[in-house]
Every structure is written in C-alpha cells, then in structure tokens.
C-alpha cells in the first residue's frame, strides 16, 4: 500500500508564490518519475512538470521559466516551486508518482494524491 500526500496549497494574489510538497509513504523500494498535474475548473487533468530519479525535470510550456520542480529521494518528496503565478494557474494540484513495491521484478505502478487546491486571485 503506497499514499502520496499534497500539502501547501492556498490563495495567493497574481504575481505571488507556493511551493508544493508531496509525500509518498507505504510499500516502496523505487519512486521512478514523479510528476505534479492540474486540473483548472471544468476543465481536465493536464501535466504541469515531471522529474526523474536522477533530478531531469520537464515542464508544460505554460510554467517554464515559473515553476521549477525538485525532489528530495531520501524522503520520498517532490516539490513545485510555483512562482509568478496567474490567475489561469487556479486549479487542484494532484501529484503522481510511478513506484516499485519490490526489488525482485520490475513491476511498478502510478499512484495519485488526492490533491490540493491552489487559487490565483486578486
């Protein structure tokens, strides 16, 4: 049993800034990717930033040069740095993690967070 818990959303004014935690705790011998995804109101789930085990990082072109994403593998946490933010960026923060349970196959599985608000407005 593996749980991925977001914390240090919130409403912040344009131009403000958050930083993102995600906690993933339980069964794990690996975290292989971990990714923070959005999902602006009634629209669907979109990715935001990914980063490997090795610290790559990606990002969609509407945060890059604004969020920077980081990790942390002797805690099994993720970050999201978000700054200069903007009203489009309103939305629930999920975090997503690809984790193997066990060292003896390669078998790994997604886990979500259950999510975290965060809110742009003046």
């Known amino acids: 049993q593996v749980q991925l818990v977001e914390s240090g959303g919130g409403l912040v004014q344009p131009g403000g800034y958050l930083r993102l935690s995600c906690v993933a705790s339980g069964s794990i011998f690996n975290i292989n990717v971990m990714s923070w995804y959005r999902q602006p109101p009634g629209k669907e789930r979109e990715l935001v930033a990914a980063?490997?085990?090795?610290?790559?990082?990606n990002y969609a072109d509407s945060v890059k040069g604004r969020f920077t994403i980081s990790r942390d593998n002797t805690k099994n946490t993720a970050y999201l740095q978000m700054n200069s933010l903007k009203p489009e960026d309103t939305g629930v923060y999920y975090c997503?993690?690809?984790?193997?349970?066990?060292?003896?196959?390669?078998?790994?599985?997604?886990?979500w967070g259950q999510g975290t608000q965060v809110t742009v407005s003046s």
């Open positions: 997503h993690a690809l984790i193997s349970s066990s060292p003896h196959d390669g078998a790994k599985t997604g886990y």
């Open positions: 980063i490997t085990s090795g610290g790559g990082g």
